[in-house]
C-alpha cells in the first residue's frame, strides 16, 4: 500500500512513513528508530521494546502496532486513508474505554456484586466468527498464529495453527 519497500508486518508497524510518523506522535520514535537497526523482524523488535517500556507504555505501544495494522488493512480492503493523528487519537479512545472497563470489572469484583448474569447472545443467522490467536515466544525464537471460525449457532467450522522460526537474533 506504500512505495516505501516491502509489505511485511516489520514494515507496516514500524518502516513505513505512516507507522513512524505514527511513533513520532506518541513520543515513541527515538526508542523505535534505535531498536529498529538491530532488528529486522517485527517480533524480535516488539520484544526488544517490551524490555524497555513500563506497563503503560506497552499498553499503547500494543495498540500502536494493532491500529497500525488495522489502518493498513482499512486503505487495502476499504480504501480508506487514515493520517498519524487518527490513529493516535483512536488508540486514545480504545485504552480509555478499556481502562473504565477495567475499572469497572475491578470494582464489581471487589465490591461481589453481579448485577445480571453474563450471557452469550447468538449472533445473526448466515455470520461466522472468526477468533484470532498471535503469540510470540522468545525463549523458543518462535511466533504463532491460530484462527478458530464457528457457525451462527457456535459450531465449529474449521481452525488453523501454524508457527515460524523469526531467525533472528
Not at 480508506?80 to 487518527?86: D, K, L, R, S, Y
Request: net charge neutral.
Amino acid at each position: 500500500m506504500c512505495d516505501d519497500g516491502v509489505e511485511n508486518s516489520l514494515h507496516v508497524s514500524f518502516l513505513c512513513s505512516n507507522g513512524r510518523n505514527c511513533w513520532h506522535q506518541c513520543n515513541f520514535r527515538d526508542m523505535v528508530q534505535a531498536t529498529t537497526i538491530r532488528a529486522n523482524f517485527a517480533a524480535i523488535l516488539i520484544f526488544t521494546l517490551l524490555q524497555r517500556l513500563g506497563h503503560t507504555q506497552v499498553a499503547w505501544m500494543a495498540m500502536t502496532v494493532w491500529s497500525l495494522w488495522q489502518q493498513q488493512n482499512n486503505r487495502l480492503w476499504h480504501n480508506i486513508i487514515e493520517n498519524p493523528m487518527q490513529v493516535i487519537n483512536y488508540n486514545m479512545r480504545l485504552l480509555e474505554e478499556w481502562k473504565l472497563a477495567q475499572n469497572l470489572q475491578q470494582r464489581q469484583m471487589s465490591d461481589n456484586i453481579i448485577n445480571s448474569p453474563i450471557i452469550w447472545l447468538k449472533f445473526n443467522d448466515g455470520r461466522y466468527k472468526c477468533n484470532v490467536g498471535v503469540s510470540f515466544s522468545n525463549i523458543s525464537d518462535r511466533v504463532g498464529i491460530s484462527i478458530c471460525i464457528r457457525d451462527d449457532g457456535g459450531h465449529f467450522v474449521l481452525a488453523k495453527t501454524e508457527w515460524s522460526h523469526s531467525s533472528a537474533q
